[in-house]
């Protein structure tokens, strides 16, 4: 009986000394700044665990940020807005984070973090402002060029962050407001191009070329949502292949091809890829080009892999 009470004493002092502080199940309420609440294994983990709610907290009201989703409507290309509900670590801004408690109870460790809402705010409108200054010359073009175009597609995942930290704030600030509303504008540009523009694939003068690859070309293109037409009114591509038969046990063609698109020229690119069969060259060829639309169709387009001026090729590996 003795030891019976001696075991719910030592329970009970256990319970005790294990409270969680009421701090973390009622957070302080403090007008103009955000306060976040975090538990964690050591000191290091509840910090972050902390500054991820305030992140949490200041993200709590995007319901719509800026997602463009390709689609085609009678022919025309089209970029939807959808939401965001994924918080990523890179998308959030903090300024200077106040530690107001922490606390230490055995293994485990308490958190509060308290951030100022005017200096989030200030700090938001400065990355905005840096970030969009580049795009001021194209909100006030009625119509965009395919370079202007291709400058947009290549900053998708910029313009995306900035309309993200816009909506987080929008709430606090009129200069978000406008940011967000000129991000909208951009990608209305994009839709409004991808739905009055088309492309011409030109022959090559090669006709094995263009029997097996034009096409490839040509589908590869509309992964992109855009027309093709066989007019001189349409952006015009040019193609040259170089097509080597490789000496192995089956049959190999590695495939060199230079593409120019725009009149003129506004992408210049290498690109590399290969083909095979067991024993027709003809077969070869034709697996050289459903690689080649295959890759463009995984990864987004021809056009939008084409942007990248820092690489001045592009290699497909054959599966």
């Known amino acids: ?33 955000i306060i976040g609440i975090g538990v964690g294994e050591d000191v290091s983990k509840a910090k972050q665990s902390a500054i991820i709610d305030v992140a949490n907290a200041l993200y709590a009201n995007v319901t719509s940020n800026t997602a463009i989703v390709a689609k085609t409507s009678n022919g025309q290309g089209s970029y939807n807005t959808s939401s965001i509900s994924k918080l990523e670590s890179e998308d959030v801004l903090l300024p200077n984070i106040v530690w107001s408690n922490i ?31 580049q795009f001021d010359n194209l909100l006030n073009k009625s119509k965009i060029s395919l370079n202007d175009y291709l400058f947009l597609l ?22 978000a407001i406008i940011h967000h509303e000129n991000i909208e504008v951009l990608f209305a540009k994009i839709n409004n191009f991808n739905g009055s523009v088309c492309f011409y694939v030109k022959e090559s003068r090669d006709r094995m070329a263009d029997k097996f690859y034009l096409p490839a070309i040509e589908s ?7 027309e093709l037409k066989n007019s001189e009114q349409c952006i015009p591509v040019k193609f040259r292949t170089k097509v080597n038969k490789v000496k192995s046990s089956s049959v190999i063609v590695k495939v060199s091809m230079q593409m120019d698109i725009g009149q003129p020229a506004t992408i210049n690119k290498l690109i590399k890829f290969e083909g095979k ?4 060259y003809k077969s070869a060829m034709m697996d050289s080009a459903d690689n080649f639309v295959n890759y463009f169709s995984d990864n987004g387009g021809l056009l939008y892999n084409l942007i990248d001026e820092n690489k001045p090729s592009i290699i497909i590996y054959n599966k």
């Open 277 to 280: 069969d067991d024993y027709s």
């Open 154 to 175: 290549a900053n998708q995942k910029k313009l995306e962050l900035a309309a993200k930290r816009a909506s987080a704030i929008s709430s606090l600030s009129e200069k």
């Open 103 to 133: 606390i230490a109870d055995d293994d485990v460790y308490y958190a509060m973090a308290k951030v100022n809402k005017y200096e989030i705010v200030s700090l938001y409108e400065q990355f905005l402002s840096v970030e969009l200054i």
């Open 1 to 33: 009986m003795k030891n019976r009470f001696v075991c719910l004493f030592l329970m009970f002092i256990s319970f005790s000394s294990f409270s969680t502080p009421d701090w973390v199940n009622n957070p302080p309420r403090n007008e103009g700044y």
């Open 220 to 226: 590869s293109i509309q992964s992109n949502r855009f």
